[in-house]
């Protein structure tokens, strides 16, 4: 399990990268690219992910409460169980991505 807590991770190419279980608490990733990644349980509280490429991002279960997602791709991710109180998703891509209650966004 990585531990990346408080990491700058601004404009980083993680894509396909096994994240599962990582530590990521108020890590900023803004700009971040972590297409298909695998970010199930993965704790990322009060991290910024602002304009981040999320796109087909597994996200099972992850902690993403109170984190800033403004503008970031989300399009086909699985967010399924995933706890999302107090997240800001403003202007952020959703198409088709699988909600934390299993229901697929439009």
Same mark, same amino acid.
């Given at each position: 399990?990585?531990?990346?807590?408080?990491?700058?991770?601004?404009?980083?190419?993680?894509?396909?990268?096994?994240?599962? $279980?990582? +530590?990521? &608490?108020?890590?900023?990733?803004?700009?971040? %690219?972590?297409?298909?990644?695998? !970010?199930? *349980?993965?704790? /990322?509280? #009060?991290?910024?992910?602002?304009?981040?490429? !999320?796109?087909?991002?597994? !996200? +099972? +279960?992850? @902690?993403? #409460?109170?984190?800033? /997602? #403004?503008?970031?791709? !989300?399009? +086909?991710?699985?967010? #399924?169980?995933?706890? &999302?109180?107090?997240?800001?998703? @403003?202007?952020?891509? /959703? *198409? %088709?991505?699988?909600?934390?209650? $299993?229901?697929? %966004?439009?």
């Amino acid at each position: 399990m990585a531990i990346l807590a408080y990491a700058n991770l601004d404009y980083a190419n993680l894509s396909y990268a096994n994240l599962s $279980g990582a +530590q990521l &608490l108020r890590a900023t990733l803004n700009n971040a %690219h972590l297409y298909k990644a695998n !970010l199930a *349980h993965a704790e /990322l509280r #009060r991290s910024i992910l602002d304009g981040a490429n !999320l796109e087909c991002v597994t !996200l +099972q +279960q992850a @902690d993403l #409460r109170g984190a800033s /997602l #403004r503008g970031a791709n !989300l399009i +086909q991710a699985d967010l #399924r169980g995933c706890r &999302l109180s107090k997240a800001s998703l @403003d202007g952020a891509k /959703l *198409h %088709h991505a699988i909600m934390p209650d $299993g229901t697929i %966004h439009n």
